[in-house]
Nanobody, 123 residues
Framework: QVQLVESGGGLVQAGGSLRLSCAASGLTFSNYGMGWFRQAPGKEREFVTAISSSGAITDYADSVKGRFTISRDNAKNTVYLQMNSLKPEDTAVYFC????????????????WGQGTQVTVSS
């Protein structure tokens, strides 16, 4: 049974930082691409960033480029999202997801999702 468990969300002031973690279990983590998505109240879920199975390829939504960094530790079956210079518009529930492909940014191609972790950025 595949499980993804996010942690690290919370309340932070604008300009601050948070680091999200997502621990995977139930499969060979290093074979699969990972992504982070977010959903703000009243809005659709949107792509934030993705990383390939090896970690060699990453991509970011324009809204977070230069502020967020995705990384992974295949030895720990964990993917991370370092979020710096946070803005109130980053407030959302953040989801990690796993795709059986090596890399994709398309949410419909992700096979497993975590339960989400709330990130709230105050102004």
């Amino acid at each position: 049974q595949v499980q993804l468990v996010e942690s690290g969300g919370g309340l932070v002031q604008a300009g601050g930082s948070l680091r999200l973690s997502c621990a995977a279990s139930g499969l060979t983590f290093s074979n699969y691409g990972m992504g982070w998505f977010r959903q703000a109240p009243g809005k659709e879920r949107e792509f934030v960033t993705a990383i390939s199975s090896s970690g060699a390829i990453t991509d970011y939504a324009d809204s977070v480029k230069g502020r967020f960094t995705i990384s992974r530790d295949n030895a720990k079956n964990t993917v991370y999202l370092q979020m710096n210079s946070l803005k109130p518009e980053d407030t959302a529930v953040y989801f990690c997801a796993l795709t059986r492909r090596t890399f994709t940014m398309i949410s419909g191609l992700y096979n497993y999702w975590g339960q989400g972790t709330q990130v709230t950025v105050s102004s």
